[in-house]
């Protein structure tokens, strides 16, 4: 099965009391949009970001999250999940984003994107769907999405198709830096060997492994 964009989502200002930036603004409620999204290194065109810090950057320019662990949640909540609900803006199809290596790059419609980083949760992702609990939840689930680069601008739609063009050869996963770096600190040595990571990244983990970089 070829895997696919299911929606393209955009955020909307989100003005609540959980909010992380300090306006208590939030972009984190993003919602299907119809025809073509601009894809740039710095973003996408016409997102909301409120706390660009944490969630900006051309490390963070994409977040993507698949619409099969959305489900899980769903199941799990017992309440639909929209897509665009876990401030995605690609929620994708038959693409497995959990096990997507650190530097692949993806073709999706005009753009070319590469895989970085995955989603660290916070207080305004617990706050927005109303789960006190949902930091540890989606920790322990492990499931948490990925953060892409787009190395080349371009237009993408819901429908698009998502072809891994390039895969590195260390074989370090998304799921696995999330691992690594929450729960299973013994996996931190692996992802020395990662030179796509972000620099961000990897700083963090030469100070968990007390490491001179």
Same mark, same amino acid.
């Given at each position: 099965m %070829?895997g696919r964009? #299911? #929606?393209?989502?955009l955020?909307?200002?989100?003005q609540?009391q959980?909010a992380g930036?300090a306006? +208590? !603004? &939030?972009?984190?409620d993003k919602r299907p949009? /119809?025809?073509?999204?601009?894809?740039?290194?710095?973003?996408?065109?016409g997102d *909301?970001? +409120?706390?660009?810090?944490?969630h =900006?950057g051309p490390d963070?320019a994409?977040?993507a999250?698949?619409?099969?662990d959305?489900g899980?949640?769903s199941?799990?909540l +017992?309440r639909?999940?929209s $897509?665009? =609900?876990? =401030?995605?803006?690609?929620?994708t199809?038959?693409?497995d984003?959990?096990g997507?290596?650190i530097?692949?790059?993806w073709?999706?419609?005009?753009?070319?994107l590469?895989v970085?980083k995955p989603?660290?949760?916070? %207080?305004?992702?617990a706050? *927005?769907? =109303?789960v006190p /609990?949902l930091i540890?939840?989606?920790?322990v689930?492990a499931?948490? +999405?990925?953060?892409l680069r787009?190395?080349?601008?371009g237009?993408v &739609?819901?429908? /698009?198709?998502?072809?891994?063009v /390039?895969?590195?050869?260390?074989?370090?996963?998304?799921?696995?830096?999330f691992r690594?770096t &929450?729960?299973?600190?013994e996996?931190?040595p !692996?992802?020395?060997?990662? $030179?796509?990571l972000?620099? &961000?990244?990897?700083?963090?983990?030469l100070?968990?492994?007390?490491?001179?970089?």
């Amino acid at each position: 099965m %070829t895997g696919r964009v #299911a #929606a393209v989502n955009l955020g909307v200002v989100t003005q609540a009391q959980w909010a992380g930036d300090a306006s +208590g !603004r &939030s972009g984190i409620d993003k919602r299907p949009v /119809d025809g073509p999204v601009l894809l740039r290194t710095d973003g996408v065109a016409g997102d *909301f970001i +409120g706390e660009r810090p944490q969630h =900006g950057g051309p490390d963070q320019a994409v977040y993507a999250y698949a619409q099969e662990d959305a489900g899980w949640w769903s199941a799990e909540l +017992g309440r639909d999940i929209s $897509p665009g =609900g876990f =401030g995605e803006n690609l929620t994708t199809w038959a693409v497995d984003v959990t096990g997507a290596v650190i530097g692949e790059r993806w073709a999706v419609g005009s753009a070319l994107l590469q895989v970085t980083k995955p989603r660290t949760p916070c %207080t305004t992702f617990a706050g *927005f769907w =109303g789960v006190p /609990d949902l930091i540890k939840r989606f920790t322990v689930r492990a499931a948490p +999405g990925a953060y892409l680069r787009v190395l080349r601008d371009g237009e993408v &739609s819901a429908g /698009d198709p998502v072809e891994v063009v /390039d895969r590195p050869a260390h074989g370090v996963t998304i799921g696995e830096v999330f691992r690594a770096t &929450s729960l299973e600190p013994e996996l931190l040595p !692996r992802l020395l060997d990662v $030179p796509e990571l972000p620099a &961000s990244t990897r700083e963090k983990v030469l100070r968990r492994l007390n490491v001179a970089g």
